[in-house]
């Protein structure tokens, strides 16, 4: 079993601190190849920094990467 599993999500909104992610489903080959694995999926991040909010594009897509944290994390 891998340590990780990336998933692949599209920002559709930033905003009043707010950013809104939903898994890709097409526009590209690796996006039609992320949608048979996850097919459905959104994360809704709320982002005091200014600095943070400004790394979300809306329209653009990330990597999310899902990493086990340790146990005394």
Do not use: W
Request: proline share 5%; with cysteine.
């Amino acid at each position: 079993m891998a340590a990780t599993v990336r998933a692949k999500f599209f920002c559709g909104a930033v905003a009043d601190g707010q950013v809104q992610l939903t898994a890709v489903y097409s526009g590209s080959a690796e996006n039609r190849e992320f949608f048979e694995a996850t097919p459905a999926g959104s994360i809704q991040l709320s982002v005091v920094s200014p600095s943070t909010r400004g790394h979300f594009v809306p329209g653009k897509e990330y990597y999310v990467d899902f990493t086990p944290a340790g146990e005394n994390s």
